[in-house]
């Protein structure tokens, strides 16, 4: 399986971003799908996940301002990126979790992909 993220790019505060995450395989809708992200000098972090079912759930620091989405007829998850703040400038990944539990944790991750940079300048 193979994730690849794309639509980061440098943008000003207040502006919007929309990422997409390519899912590889026929298995994608099975899947629970996640974004986490990585500052500079910071750990990975839980941004949001959708499960395969449709429901949602987002870290606090972002909720209200980043949607996750699915279409699963183009085995691709979204990150729509609104109001964004020189703070969420990071490195975002996308994760499929093979056995759905709803998780904010990487390790219950199974794939990933290799990220796509977003830059929030003030």
């Known amino acids: 399986v193979q994730l690849q993220a794309s639509g980061g790019g440098l943008v000003q505060a207040g502006d919007s971003l929309r990422l997409a995450c390519a899912v590889s395989g026929r298995a994608f809708s099975s899947y629970d799908m996640g974004w986490f992200r990585q500052a500079p000098g910071k750990e990975r972090e839980f941004v949001a996940v959708i499960s395969r079912g449709g429901s949602t759930n987002y870290a606090d620091s972002v909720n209200g301002r980043l949607t996750i989405s699915r279409d699963n007829a183009k085995n691709t998850v979204y990150l729509q990126m609104n109001s964004l703040k020189p703070e969420d400038t990071a490195i975002y990944f996308c994760?499929?979790?093979?056995?759905?539990?709803?998780?904010?944790?990487?390790?219950?991750?199974?794939?990933w992909g290799r990220g796509t940079l977003v830059t929030v300048s003030s």
């Open positions: 994760a499929a979790d093979r056995r759905p539990g709803f998780s904010t944790t990487e390790r219950s991750y199974d794939y």
